[in-house]
């Protein structure tokens, strides 16, 4: 079984930048599409980011292109966020998922984390 956890969330204030990480367990890293959903209060959830699995090829919802960039270490089994210029709209709990499709659909991915809290507040 693929266990995915996130970690790095918190409370930081418009305008400051955060970095998400999503540790995965076993050795299968590179061949998943890995990705970054998010789920504000009362929304559904929504895609952020994707990363293949040669990490060559990115792709982001437009509502966070050029201010997030999605990045992996094979060798840590580990993908990261990282979120700049964050907006209160950023407020969500962000979740890590693996998959094998490159739909930006959250039913395209078979494994997720717990989630990590993001608030943009001031």
């Known amino acids: 079984q693929v266990q995915l956890v996130e970690s790095g969330g918190g409370l930081v204030q418009p305008g400051d930048s955060l970095r998400l990480s999503c540790a995965a367990s076993?050795?299968?890293?590179?061949?998943?599409?890995m990705g970054w959903f998010r789920q504000a209060p009362g929304k559904e959830r929504e895609f952020v980011a994707a990363?293949?699995?040669?990490?060559?090829?990115?792709r982001y919802a437009d509502s966070v292109k050029g201010r997030f960039t999605i990045s992996g270490d094979n060798a840590k089994n580990t993908v990261y966020l990282q979120m700049n210029s964050v907006k209160p709209e950023d407020t969500a709990v962000y979740y890590c998922?693996?998959?094998?499709?490159?739909?930006?659909?959250?039913?395209?991915?078979?494994?997720w984390g717990q989630g990590t809290q993001v608030t943009v507040s001031s």
């Open positions: 990363l293949s699995g040669d990490g060559r090829t990115t």
């Open positions: 998922a693996a998959g094998r499709s490159w739909q930006p659909l959250s039913n395209a991915y078979d494994f």
């Open positions: 076993g050795r299968f890293f590179s061949s998943y599409v």
